[in-house]
């Protein structure tokens, strides 16, 4: 992937804050930037979409089951070692 520069960030700046801004952490004038840049990048769009759809089916699954939670937690710990080998 190309890394872009929009709306001021490049997409590794987007990436590097993409987990503050789902949890609505990020100062307002971050978020203004880190919205620009989704909405003029579709590659990191595409991303934050997928990322954030993750982050709310995770609390959502941690909320109704805490042994699930834990159970999901390693999947995707595993998932997350495995992708860091591939890279």
């Not at 880190?34 to 579709?42: A, F, M, R």
């Not at 159970?71 to 998932?79: G, H, I, P, T």
């Amino acid at each position: 992937m190309k890394e872009r520069n929009v709306g001021g960030m490049r997409c590794s700046e987007v990436l590097a804050v993409l987990s503050e801004y789902v949890d609505g952490e990020l100062e307002d004038s971050a978020v203004g930037k880190v919205e620009t840049h989704l909405l003029g990048c579709p590659n990191c769009e595409r991303f934050g979409r997928n990322f954030g759809s993750m982050v709310v089916s995770l609390r959502k699954e941690s909320e109704d089951s805490p042994e699930a939670a834990l159970d999901v937690m390693a999947r995707l710990l595993e998932q997350l070692r495995k992708a860091k080998v591939e890279v």
